[in-house]
C-alpha cells in the first residue's frame, strides 16, 4: 500500500519560496496509475487543491496559483517536490500531498500533512 | 472560492440517517467521478467513496454515495459518535483542468 510523507521547513518568510518534498514508499513513482497531487488547507478552512504530477512530467496547476507554483518529480529518489513563490500569510496552511489514481483524478492515499508558517 | 457547495452543517442523533449533498455543474459532477473524505479533527482526510458510489476496503456500508447530474450524495447511516467530522466531496474539473473540492459539512451527532 501506497504510503507518503511530507519534509520542509515549518516556517518561511514573505516573499520567498516554499518547498516541500513528498516521499513514496510502498511503490513506484513511476507507476502509469497515478498522478501525484499537493492539496492545502489553511487553518480552519477547507481544501483546495494545488496541483498533480504525472511520472512522466506532465502537469496540472490550480488556474489561481499557476502563476507561482511548480512541482516536479524526482523517479530516482522516489519523490515530487512543490514550490510556491512569492508567499505571503495567505499560503498558511497545512500541506499534504497524495495519489491520485489516473482514472479519476482525485486523491485516495493521504500523507499526514505538514503545517507551513508563512511570517517574518 | 470552492467550486462545489455542500451545506455547512448538518446534525442528527445516535442511530439516525444523514444525507450531505455536493452541488457542481456539467463541468465536474456530471461528467468526471466523485469522491467523498472524512477529515477527523487533527488528523488528514480519509477517502469514503470513490468513482461516486465504491467503497474502499475497510470502510463500512454505514457510507454510501451516489450522484445524479450535477449532484452528488453522501449517506451515513446508524450515524455514531465516532462519525463527528468534516466531509468534503471533491472531483475533476474539465473546464479548469484541475481538481476541486466542496465547501466542507461538518457532521454533528447531538
Known amino acids: 500500500q501506497l504510503q507518503l510523507q511530507e519534509s520542509g521547513p515549518g516556517l518561511v518568510k514573505p516573499s520567498e519560496t516554499l518547498s516541500l518534498t513528498c516521499t513514496v514508499s510502498?511503490?513506484?513513482?513511476?507507476?502509469?496509475?497515478?498522478?501525484w497531487g499537493w492539496i492545502r488547507q489553511p487553518p480552519g478552512k477547507g481544501l483546495e487543491w494545488i496541483g498533480s504530477?504525472?511520472?512522466?512530467?506532465?502537469?496540472y496547476y490550480n488556474p489561481s496559483l499557476k502563476s507561482r507554483v511548480t512541482i516536479s518529480v524526482d523517479t530516482s529518489k522516489n519523490q515530487f517536490s512543490l514550490k510556491l513563490s512569492s508567499v505571503t500569510a495567505a499560503d498558511t496552511a497545512v500541506y499534504y500531498c497524495?495519489?491520485?489514481?489516473?482514472?479519476?483524478?482525485?486523491?485516495?492515499?493521504w500523507g499526514q500533512g505538514t503545517l507551513v508558517t508563512v511570517s517574518s | 472560492q470552492s467550486v462545489l457547495t455542500q451545506p455547512p452543517s448538518v446534525s442528527a442523533t445516535p442511530g439516525q440517517k444523514v444525507t450531505i449533498s455536493c452541488s457542481g455543474s456539467s463541468f465536474n459532477i456530471a461528467n468526471n467521478y466523485v469522491s467523498w473524505y472524512q477529515q477527523l479533527p487533527g488528523t488528514a482526510p480519509k477517502l469514503l467513496i470513490y468513482e461516486n458510489n465504491k467503497r474502499p476496503s475497510g470502510i463500512p456500508d454505514r457510507f454510501s454515495g451516489s450522484k445524479s447530474g450535477t449532484s452528488a450524495t453522501l449517506g451515513i447511516t446508524g450515524l455514531q459518535t465516532g462519525d463527528e467530522a468534516d466531509y468534503y466531496c471533491g472531483t475533476w474539473d474539465s473546464s479548469l483542468s484541475a481538481g476541486v473540492f466542496g465547501t466542507g459539512t461538518k457532521v454533528n451527532v447531538v
Open positions: 510502498g511503490g513506484s513513482i513511476s507507476s502509469r496509475d497515478y498522478y
Open positions: 497524495a495519489t491520485l489514481p489516473a482514472a479519476v483524478m482525485t486523491p485516495d492515499a
Open positions: 504530477i504525472y511520472y512522466s512530467g506532465s502537469t
